[in-house]
T-cell receptor, first 115, second 114 residues
């Protein structure tokens, strides 16, 4: 079945530091990949997505590139802000069979940014 | 914001009692999902629906049932709540089943079983 592995947290960074959150996946076929963000007390919001190999998703200064050769979708941001403090989830949706009905999530990485 | 409302937002219940959580959407999306979120596990799918009266099990369906009698409402029922079902429950919706399709999430229901 499909699975997602992302780096364990929590991650604490100073404002303006560079952020990387690693994500690797296992899936058959050609899944789509997503990063969701959850701010305290809220539901999940889509941050960015990529639907095929070598696609780069980007939003709010965050980027992630779909690397099929390494089955990875690492999240990066060049300069984090305090407002980026949240939990980040990597997820995939398969392109066929039962896996296409659902999102499979990683365990989440909590990011705290200190001034 | 996608029109998804979960109710109640918080609930404390006793072991052995039945509990029903409601998800209501105003987007007319065909697919609806119930997830639970637990520390160290991320989000895990409980049940999903692909249309009125069409539902199927997810990864962690034991102890839960669902019903969808209208497009806009998806109910999750814990027949006899247990402490292991203490969790945050999220409803999600999506327009179709395509792999690139985004899912939209509700605000969550925090359930405590004592």
């Amino acid at each position: 079945g499909n699975s997602v592995t992302q780096m364990e947290g929590p991650v604490t960074l100073s404002e303006e530091a560079f952020l990387t959150i690693n994500c690797t996946y296992t899936a058959t076929g050609y899944p789509s990949l997503f990063w969701y963000v959850q701010y305290p007390g809220e539901g999940l919001q889509l941050l960015l997505k990529a639907t095929k190999a070598d696609d780069k998703g980007s939003n709010k200064g965050f980027e992630a590139t779909y690397r099929k050769e390494t089955t990875s979708f690492h999240l990066e941001k060049g300069s984090v802000q305090v407002s980026d403090s949240a939990v980040y989830f990597c997820a995939l949706r398969g392109d066929s069979g039962a896996g296409s009905y659902q999102l499979t999530f990683g365990k989440g990485t909590k990011l705290s940014v200190i001034p | 914001d996608a029109g998804i409302t979960q109710s109640p937002r918080h609930k404390v219940t006793e072991t052995g009692t039945p509990v029903t959580l409601r998800c209501h959407q105003t987007e007319n999306h065909r697919y609806m999902y119930w997830y639970r979120q637990d520390p160290g596990h991320g989000l895990r799918l409980i049940h999903y629906s692909y249309g009125v009266k069409d539902t199927d099990k997810g990864e962690v369906s034991d102890g839960y049932s669902v019903s969808r009698s209208k497009t806009e409402d998806f109910l999750l029922t814990l027949e006899s709540a247990t402490s292991s079902q203490t969790s945050v429950y999220f409803c999600a919706i999506s327009e179709n089943r395509g792999s690139s399709t985004e899912a939209f999430f509700g605000q969550g229901t925090r359930l405590t079983v004592v």
